[in-house]
C-alpha cells in the first residue's frame, strides 16, 4: 500500500497542443484535476515536469490555476529520470513510492516507470490521469508498465488508499474534489 509520508506524485508534460489531442481528452482533463487537487490536500511532494516547455508550450491551464507554489522543472530526456533535477527532488521528497500522471503514457510514462523500478522506487500509474493521441499507444503501455512490476491504479482509489480513513483530516476535503 502506498502510503502517505512515503509517496511523491509526479505529473507529467501535460502541456500545450499536444495535451489538446489527447485521447479522451475531456475525461483527462478532469481526472488529472482530481488527482493534482487532492494530492496538494494531502500534502503529497509533487514534481512537476515539463518537456521542452519554449517548444511543447506550458502546462494546461487546468492544472496551472492549482500550481501558483510550485515550478515546472524542465526537460528533454523522455523519461524524467535522465534529469539531474528530477532526480534531487524525488530525492529530497524521501519518497520511495511515487504516483505517475500525465502524457504520453507510451512514451515519457513508460519510460519513467520503468527507469524508476529499476532504481528500487515502487511505481502507481494512475490509468485515468494519463493519456497518449492513441488509445492503443495507451493500453499496450499500460500492460507493459504492469508487467515491469507497477501498480496500475484510478485516480479516486489512490486518493482513498493514502487517506485510509475516513477520520484522516482530508477527508472532507477530498470527497469535495471527487465528487
Given at each position: 500500500m502506498f502510503e502517505l509520508g512515503n509517496t511523491a506524485f509526479v505529473l507529467v508534460d501535460v502541456q500545450g497542443k499536444l495535451a489538446s489531442v489527447m485521447h479522451?481528452?475531456?475525461?483527462?482533463?478532469?481526472?488529472?484535476?482530481?488527482?493534482?487537487?487532492?494530492m496538494l490536500a494531502l500534502r503529497v511532494p509533487l514534481i512537476w515536469m515539463e518537456q521542452i516547455p519554449e517548444k511543447m508550450g506550458p502546462t494546461i491551464p487546468e492544472l496551472t490555476a492549482h500550481l501558483d507554489d510550485h515550478t515546472p522543472i524542465p526537460k528533454a530526456c523522455f523519461s524524467c529520470c535522465g534529469n539531474d533535477a528530477f532526480l534531487q527532488a524525488l530525492k529530497a521528497s524521501g519518497a520511495r513510492q511515487v504516483v505517475?500522471?500525465?502524457?504520453?503514457t507510451h512514451v515519457c510514462i513508460y519510460q519513467t516507470a520503468r527507469d524508476l523500478l529499476d532504481l528500487g522506487f515502487e511505481v502507481e500509474v494512475v490509468a485515468d490521469a494519463v493519456s497518449s493521441r492513441f488509445k492503443a499507444n495507451r493500453d499496450i503501455a499500460l500492460q507493459?508498465?504492469?508487467?515491469?512490476?507497477?501498480?496500475?491504479?484510478?485516480?479516486?482509489?489512490?486518493?482513498?488508499?493514502?487517506?485510509?480513513?475516513?477520520?484522516?483530516?482530508?477527508?472532507?476535503?477530498?470527497?469535495?474534489?471527487?465528487?
Open positions: 479522451e481528452r475531456e475525461a483527462l482533463y478532469r481526472n488529472l484535476k482530481i488527482l493534482l487537487r487532492g505517475m500522471a500525465g502524457i504520453e507493459k508498465i504492469a508487467g515491469l512490476g507497477a501498480g496500475i491504479t484510478s485516480a479516486e482509489s489512490m486518493l482513498f488508499e493514502l487517506m485510509r480513513t475516513s477520520e484522516h483530516p482530508a477527508f472532507r476535503d477530498i470527497l469535495k474534489i471527487v465528487k
